[in-house]
């Protein structure tokens, strides 16, 4: 919690589903976070917890009921905040969603304010009395081979009417999970500096959106972790193990601070950020039994670059045989190198007035290669001091 508020990050959102230890980590955090600013969430996981009866909802009343008073839980106005991943066949016993969900958030419990991701058409939101808004999950990444737009965010801020609307921004997606596991192996499109273009188009829309949900600190599963790899993870640690993100909580910040006072902050000192895959994403890998993600033509053979200056400078960015040139000005640089063979990138800065190197990055462990013993989509993440 410490780290991530020193980012810029406000609270977590705990995601709750139906595994028995879930309610004792929930209770964890709450403790950890008292005495402190941090704030957090109940989210409820309804790809996990069932909800086709009354007693079905009775534990998503019984969470709220035990920490909707918690001076760490983040509330709207005066009413704790409650959002879900999922929910859209949802009906307790009831005989619509809409009833369903009012019944369970609406009815003799305390008043909440009930934001969650369905993933219906945005429109479906204006008939639903039961909700306070909506989370689009799916907002922070392009559902296709295209860059990320904000077509999502328009098309809910109409459907929503003046109603709470919680955006989403993510840097990465890949999950490689077999038949004989969770069944889950594909990517989204993260190409062209993700993170960065969605966090640009937020800080364009700050007064629109309500709020973000940052996706994700701890999802090590799907690869869009930004927090420390750490504790047990979901069998993830083949395509997890060597990958840290944190990088990313740097960069990250400059565009939080831009979201929260509509101004960036100033650029004082050279930074390089630098991500990408690990090997070809057109290489066929025979040995690995769970296969090529699905999705994964969407992805292009690049590192990702993006460059903090405070006064203009050449950048020379080379992996192997493949180098770029560029001129740059200050502030924040976006660049892409292709990569074809073997080769570690490296990424310097000069002093264009007398050639001096003010920055050398040569990141360890991004390593670039032609002969992987498995898919990894996952990305490596590096950034300068």
């Known amino acids: 919690?410490?780290?991530?508020?020193?980012?810029g990050i406000d609270g977590f959102s705990l995601n709750i589903g139906r595994d028995d230890w879930q309610p004792d980590r929930v209770a964890d955090a709450f403790a950890a976070a008292t005495g402190t600013p941090f704030k957090l969430i109940l989210s409820f996981d309804m790809a996990s917890l069932p909800c086709s009866t009354l007693a079905d909802g009775a534990e998503l009343r019984q969470y709220v009921e035990q920490y909707h008073s918690h001076d760490n839980y983040l509330r709207v106005g005066e009413r704790p905040l409650v959002t879900t991943f999922g929910g859209q066949y949802c009906q307790f016993g009831q005989p619509t969603v809409n009833e369903g969900w009012r019944r369970i958030?609406?009815?003799h419990l305390t008043e909440v304010h009930f934001v969650p991701s369905l993933f219906v058409e945005p429109s479906t939101y204006s008939g639903l009395s039961s909700t306070d808004g909506a989370f689009s999950w799916d907002s922070g990444w392009p559902m296709g081979n295209y860059d990320i737009s904000n077509d999502s965010d328009v098309a809910y801020l109409s459907a929503l009417n003046g109603k709470t609307y919680m955006a989403a921004v993510s840097p990465w997606f890949f999950t490689h999970y077999g038949v004989d596991s969770y069944n889950k192996n594909f990517i989204f499109r993260a190409d062209n500096w993700l993170l960065v273009e969605r966090w640009e188009m937020l800080v364009q829309e700050r007064d629109h959106i309500d709020m973000v949900q940052v996706i994700s600190w701890n999802d090590y599963g799907e690869s869009h972790y930004m927090g420390p790899i750490e504790g047990a993870q979901p069998h993830s640690e083949a395509w997890t193990t060597g990958f840290d993100h944190q990088g990313w909580l740097d960069l990250q910040q400059y565009y939080i601070q831009g979201y929260k006072t509509g101004q960036y902050p100033g650029i004082s000192r050279i930074r390089i950020f630098l991500w990408g895959r690990l090997?070809?994403?057109l290489e066929d890998i025979p040995s690995d039994p769970v296969g090529k993600p699905e999705n994964f033509r969407f992805t292009e053979d690049f590192v990702w670059a993006v460059i903090f200056l405070p006064d203009e400078a050449r950048l020379n960015l080379s992996c192997g045989e493949n180098v770029i040139i560029l001129d740059l000005d200050s502030g924040v640089s976006k660049v892409r190198l292709p990569v074809t063979n073997d080769c570690t990138p490296t990424a310097t800065i000069v002093r264009e007035s007398d050639g001096y190197h003010?920055?050398?990055?040569?990141?360890?462990?991004?390593?670039?290669?032609?002969?992987?013993?498995?898919y990894n989509f996952n990305a490596f993440v590096a950034a300068s001091p």
């Open 105 to 107: 958030m609406k009815t």
């Open 279 to 281: 090997h070809p994403a």
């Open 358 to 374: 003010m920055l050398v990055f040569t990141p360890q462990g991004y390593n670039w290669t032609t002969r992987p013993t498995a």
């Open 1 to 7: 919690m410490d780290l991530a508020y020193s980012k």
